[in-house]
């Protein structure tokens, strides 16, 4: 299935700028927010006590004060969860980031859920080669197609090597913002639902690389929906379609994303799900990553 109904969640205790991820995290804004942690917090817990109200599953786990980790809210770009009892581990670019792989975790993730097999990428981190969860990939799991864009985060080796052990077929372009920089993940591009996928085409200069993009999403089968340079800034592309206790699916995404949409844009998602949006202000700004970011989808069957 493309969707899940169990998110994993870190909630934060020492939210802030990270600035080893932002030298290439163009969405990260240096603010003198002292409040960060603190307003980070309870955005977060809107947002799990949102998802909760709508039917979706959500396991928290509380991140810890040591090692530091600014960036733990974001447990997908370490970690994803698969079918059959799968876990990857990913290498990361910022060194910082690469403590939030912590064993606590994994380990409360097992009392609920069965993990049978584990894939470690991490070693690709003394090539310096990363590959960053599902913040560099963005997974048609259906079709097996592994949509991935070229930054100093997610290199074509390591994509390569995930797609052959997880049995995929990558899908590999280049994308830039409107300076010219390079994107840093691809869910902020783009976003694959179980009938439709949200694009921003506007980021990806290469023609034929563009056509290409195009007629692999056409070929799956789901509908192409377009979204601007200026929405895809405002975190528009980072989406992530979930489903509900009763099966009802769910396209979740921050307030600034929502607001961000044109009429016809958010008539056109909702003829195939609901929408939920929650405000994530502080978290984007600070993290440079929205509500996608947030949830690392569980795959695996519960014990």
């Known amino acids: 299935m493309q969707t899940t109904s169990h998110i994993l969640m870190i909630r934060p205790v020492n ?23 603190e307003k980070a917090q309870m955005e977060f817990d809107n947002f799990v006590r949102a998802l909760r109200s709508h039917g979706v599953f959500v396991t928290v786990i509380n991140d ?6 600014p960036d733990s809210i974001f447990p997908n ?57 599902t913040g560099s990939m963005v997974l048609d799991r259906e079709n097996k197609l592994a949509y991935a864009c070229l930054s100093p985060r997610t290199h074509q080796q390591v994509l390569d ?12 372009f280049t994308a830039v913002d409107a300076g010219g920089k390079a994107v840093y993940h691809t869910n902020v591009i783009m976003c694959v639902a179980d009938r439709y996928v949200v694009i921003c085409l506007d980021s990806l200069p290469n023609h034929e690389e563009n056509k290409m993009v195009q007629e692999m999403i056409g070929n799956s089968g789901k ?16 989406m992530l379609q979930v489903h509900d206790k009763a099966g009802e699916k769910l396209l979740v995404m921050s307030s600034q994303a929502y607001h961000s949409l044109q009429p016809e844009q958010i008539k056109k998602l909702e003829s195939y799900n609901r929408i939920l949006h929650a405000p994530l202000t502080t978290i984007e700004t600070n993290g440079g990553g929205s509500a996608r970011c947030m949830m690392a989808e569980v795959f695996l069957k519960r014990n």
């Not at 810890?64 to 980790?69: A, K, L, S």
């Not at 509908?223 to 980072?238: C, H, K, T, V």
């Open 15 to 37: 939210f802030g700028f990270n600035a080893q991820t932002a030298v290439n995290n163009a969405f990260q804004v240096a603010g003198p927010d002292i409040a960060a942690q």
């Open 64 to 69: 810890t004060p040591e090692p530091h980790t």
């Open 77 to 133: 770009n370490w970690i994803s969860f698969h079918d059959g009892g799968t876990i990857c581990l990913y290498p990361m670019f910022a060194e910082n980031r690469r403590q939030e792989r912590k064993p606590a975790v994994i380990e409360q993730v097992q009392r609920s859920f069965s993990i049978i097999n584990t894939l470690d990428f991490t070693g690709y981190e003394k090539e310096n080669l990363y590959l960053e969860g």
């Open 161 to 172: 090597d995930f797609c052959k052990k997880m049995g995929y077929r990558p899908v590999l």
């Open 223 to 238: 509908e192409l929906i377009r979204i601007s340079l200026d929405q895809m800034n405002r975190f528009a592309g980072n």
